[in-house]
């Protein structure tokens, strides 16, 4: 779980000392914020494994006019969508996301290439 106002190079930088990744790359990674890859659903055109921040979202925290809202890691269910994709790409008309829990991986130890 990290603040929605993080940029995505101190998040990797975090996630590094402790050996893993994120692996989610997209063009602005430099000058964007996780929350801010959350409000707009975006894409990791260089990322490898899931391109879709709403594959690696788990939860949220959102601000709004009437109070605070978390949405909760919950199972996988036939019963509906999870609650946090209702705001996935709300690009702040919900509210403003401020905290944001995301699946991680463990840096990899191998490194493929074609020739």
Same mark, same amino acid.
Not at 1 to 4: I, M, W
Not at 11 to 27: A, H, I, S, W
């Given at each position: 779980?990290?603040?929605?106002g993080m940029y995505g190079p101190a *998040?990797?930088?975090? @996630? +590094?000392?402790?050996?893993?990744?994120?692996?989610? !790359?997209?063009?602005s990674f430099e000058y964007s914020t996780?929350?801010?890859?959350?409000?707009?659903?975006?894409?990791?055109? !260089?990322?490898?494994?899931?391109?879709?921040? %709403? %594959? *690696?979202?788990?939860? @949220?925290?959102?601000?709004?006019?009437?109070?605070?809202?978390?949405?909760?890691? *919950?199972?996988?269910?036939?019963?509906?969508?999870?609650?946090?994709?209702?705001? @996935?790409?709300?690009?702040?008309? *919900?509210?403003?996301?401020?905290?944001?829990?995301?699946?991680?991986? +463990?840096?990899?130890?191998?490194?493929?290439?074609?020739?």
């Open positions: 779980t990290v603040e929605g *998040l990797e930088k975090e @996630l +590094k000392v402790k050996g893993y990744t994120m692996r989610y !790359f997209p063009q996780v929350g801010g890859w959350a409000a707009t659903r975006g894409a990791g055109h !260089f990322a490898t494994g899931p391109t879709h921040v %709403d %594959d *690696l979202v788990v939860a @949220l925290r959102i601000v709004t006019p009437v109070g605070t809202t978390e949405t909760r890691r *919950l199972p996988g269910s036939g019963a509906g969508p999870a609650e946090h994709r209702i705001y @996935l790409g709300s690009e702040g008309t *919900l509210g403003v996301i401020t905290r944001v829990t995301v699946r991680i991986r +463990k840096i990899p130890t191998q490194r493929a290439s074609a020739t």
